[in-house]
């Protein structure tokens, strides 16, 4: 009786041009990314500031907001003086800080959600140098295909690990002192559904602020010392 004879399953040939080049265009995406993300936070900074100027110099923003008015509508004094005090009572500042609030809720989940697409890539692309270099026939000593992994780590500095708590506290530092003094604001003055509305979205950027500072002490580790810990 003939054996039946099973026919040997080879693995499929890697082809590590397409690894490589699947590799570059990884990175190239990361760093737009980086870039990205990077725009975001000096938006974020650069709203809450003025969202602070206003709350505290409201006066002062209020003034300067008229004489540009009168500049650009080329407002004659005494000839336009009525429209002008009407203009410098009329400025609906709750109104403008609530959109400032949202405005931040909106860079905040945009920071959040880049933050983590350009961490996971990152490890992501030290996951394909670990795959590369066996294919290319590269000693474990070499340093190629190891920008994102080896070489990276070994040679990171300590300002570098710092980043992270940099981001994190200067955003604190300007996110909560905005949105305590608005709310604040808020109670007792502003209508019922103003006061709701900026709480939740207060609350919301709160919760992004969160995740954002969990996820960058979560994922910023070297990918070889969490498979240690494993």
Same mark, same amino acid.
């Given at each position: ?55 505290? #110099?409201?006066? /002062? ?6 004489? $540009? *008015?009168?500049?650009? +509508?080329? =407002?004659? !004094? @005494? ?76 040679? #990171?500095?300590? /300002? ?6 940099? $981001? *994190?506290?200067?955003? +604190?530092? =300007?996110? !909560? @002192? ?53």
């Amino acid at each position: 009786m003939n054996k039946q004879i099973t026919p040997e399953v080879t693995a499929p040939k890697v082809n590590v041009e397409v690894l490589a080049n699947h590799y570059q265009k990884t990175y190239e995406v990361a760093y737009e990314n980086w870039k990205e993300r990077n725009k975001l936070f000096i938006f974020l900074v650069l709203m809450a500031i003025v969202g602070l100027l206003i709350l505290q #110099r409201g006066d /002062m923003v209020n003034e300067l907001f008229v004489k $540009y *008015v009168q500049k650009y +509508f080329e =407002l004659k !004094i @005494p000839d336009d003086q009525d429209l002008i005090d009407k203009i410098s009572k009329s400025v609906p500042f709750s109104l403008v800080q609530s959109g400032i609030l949202v405005a931040m809720f909106y860079f905040m989940q945009r920071l959040h959600a880049t933050n983590l697409t350009v961490m996971r890539t990152y490890k992501y692309l030290a996951i394909l140098e670990g795959e590369i270099q066996p294919y290319l026939g590269l000693p474990g000593v070499s340093g190629s295909f190891t920008r994102e992994s080896k070489f990276y780590w070994n040679n #990171r500095v300590f /300002m570098q690990t710092m980043s992270k708590w940099s $981001y *994190v506290v200067v955003l +604190f530092v =300007l996110l !909560i @002192p905005f949105m305590y003094f608005k709310l604040a604001g808020d109670f007792g003055s502003a209508p019922l559904t103003i006061t709701v509305v900026d709480a939740i979205v207060s609350l919301l950027t709160f919760a992004y602020w969160v995740d954002y500072a969990r996820s960058a002490f979560k994922l910023d580790k070297d990918p070889a010392t969490d498979k240690k810990k494993k």
